[in-house]
Structures are given as C-alpha cells and as structure tokens.
C-alpha cells in the first residue's frame, strides 16, 4: 500500500534505418504519476520500457501500444537485457491477467525459435510449460499443448549443437502431453527420429519412459525395465519409482497411496520420488477418489509427521492439477482446522493462492477465446 520513492530509466524505443534506438531518460518516482518533460519534441517511440537498464526494483507492465509492437518484434531488439526484460515484463502480464496465456504461447511459439541466448530461452520455454500447464483453459490445453510440442520439434531440428539443442530437446519433452506425442518421444529416445548431434542424455531418458508408463503406451513396461538397467544409481531408483506411480491403474495408485501414509520407500527422498509420479491431470478420473482423500489426510500428516515429510506431501499429492473453484472450498475447509499450525496454514495458504491465480489466468484466457469465436 506503500508507494516509495524511485529513481528509473526511462527508454524510448523507435525503429530506425540502422535499427532499434533507444533514448534513455532518468526519471525521479515520487507519486502514482511521473513526468518526463525531456520526453516533450521526441519523435514517438514504438515501445517504452520505464525500467531500461534494470536499475529499479519493480514489476513493469507494457502500455497497449507498447505491448502490440512487442509482441511483433521482441526478435529485433538487439539487447541480449532489455529482451530479457521484455519476456519477463510479458510473464508477469499473464499472471496478472493483462496478457492472455494463449497469446503468450502464440509469441514463443513464434519468436522463441529465433533465440539464441541459452540462460534467456530457458526462462521463456520454462514459463511457457508451466502457462501450459497452469494458465491455459482446460479445454485448449491438448490443443495448445500439441502445437507448442510441434513447434519444439521445428525448433529441436533446427537448433545448432550445444546448449540450444539441449533446451529445446528438454521443452519437447516437457510439452508432450498426448499419447501420440508421447510415442515421437519414444521413437527420438530409441533413434528412429533422429536429429544431427542430439545426444538424449539418462536425465531425458527417464522422463520420456515415465511419459510412456503415464499415458499407458505399448512397451512402456520394457522400456521402464531397459532404463533401470542402464541407470542403476540412487536417481535411477528415484526415476524408477516415479515412473512405476504413473502407471493408469487402479491397483498401482491405491497401493502407492498405502505407502505413503504407511511404511513409505524406504527413505524420505525414494518416498518424495514415488509421491512425484502420483498425479498427471490426463488420469483425472481415475485419481477422482485421492481428492478428498488428500484433504481428509492432511491435518494428520502435519501433526504427527515431520516437516520434511509433510511439505513433501502436500506439494506432490495437492490435486493442483484441478484448477477449479471446489479444491479451492476444500482448501479453505482446511485452513479452519489448520488451528495453531504454522506450517500447514503457510502451505495451504500458498496453494490457494496459486490455484485462485491460475482460475483468474484460465478466465483470462478463456474470455479471449470467446471474443475470438
């Protein structure tokens, strides 16, 4: 509720013959509003950015105009910074409702291709699969889903060697969310798709045989079998249990939940893996029963387990997967009876949080699907 004094700068971004020039101007905050007199006889600029240089702590949301010319030409700004900025500044419009998640895919699938800053790309191929996953509309996450795992394809194909390669090879990966995209991974995985120099590494390895165990693929049994026995280090025991609670089967989900609040895997972090296999928002209906279960279990496991345990088991068994006003109401049911628990009151608190975000960002988006039909 505080504003702070705040001392920016101020660039002026205008298309020119020798390219993006951008005029700087310092400007002192004070106030809801700031003026910039030295701005007055410029020639219009084609975008502002308030916080070019990044000299100021804040959250920079682009002006309409601002925004259109960005989202058109983010790949002609030379500024390995200011770009960076951008994309951060255009993720924060998206969770904050002022940029639809179906535009913001739309620009990566576009521009990110052309990016040749590996720490940048990262960023933007990370937020895309978490908008992908969190801020998309249930109906349109398939098809979005298919035409970001489509484009990484392209992308993987045509990345030089190297650091590139590698991110994009990782973002397909972590797009598939069909079972036909699951099965191209498989077929790069086992070198019937090939792509010059790409090597696909044991980490890549385990996460597209998990993939294969979760959507229910043919062989996906032998290919968990060949894994374990390529990689039998502690973190192929970790992939391996991930993988074997991924599996769409009734008796595999109640036996793997038995253990959880029972004996566990052995160890916190063999348990933590299993927990992290458990649920995958394509097998809704079959973990339909572990919702309530879930919240039912809860209050338990903060009180008598330890901490460890217990944040292990919310972040990894919360259906965070549903984004939807009822897991809401549960959660909120749950803060009543959180009592004097610290811990469980924080946690549950940032869940509803995330998930109260998320629905806005999905009504966002959905809103924009109907004016687009």
Known sequence: ????????????????????????LPASISGPRAELPEAVGLPRPDFVFPNYGDHGYCKVALDPVSLEYVLAHIDRVDDTLLRLQLWASLWNMVRDQQLSSLRYLALVREKAPREHHPELLEAVTSNALLALGRYVPDEAIEPE???????????????PQGDLQKLWARTLIGAAATAPDVETLCR??????????????????????????????????????????????DRGVRARLRAETSAPDPAVKEAAWAKFLGEGYGSLYLTAAAMSGFNWRHQRALLEPYVDRF??????????RDK?????????????????????????????????????????????????????CRDAARAGLGQAG
Do not use: C
């Open 1 to 24: 509720p505080y504003l702070r004094p705040h001392r920016l700068d101020v660039g002026l971004a205008r298309e020119e013959e020798a390219g993006l020039r951008v005029t700087v």
């Open 145 to 159: 889903a298919r035409q970001f795992f489509e484009a990484a394809l392209a992308a993987l194909r045509e990345a």
């Open 295 to 304: 919240f039912d279990a809860v209050p338990t496991v903060f009180a008598e």
């Open 188 to 233: 790069l995985a086992d070198g019937a798709i090939t792509v010059p120099g790409l090597l696909i590494d044991q980490e890549m390895r385990w996460a597209i045989a998990a993939k294969a165990v979760a959507y229910g693929l043919p062989g996906a049994a032998e290919r968990l079998a060949a894994e374990t026995a390529r990689d039998p280090s």
């Open 308 to 360: 460890e345990f217990a944040t292990d088991f919310f972040r990894n068994l919360a259906p965070a997967y549903r984004v939807e006003k009822p897991v809401i109401e549960r959660a909120r049911q749950l803060l009543e009876r959180a009592g004097d628990q610290v811990l469980l009151r924080r946690t549950v608190l940032e869940f509803v949080d995330d998930i109260e975000r998320a629905l806005r």
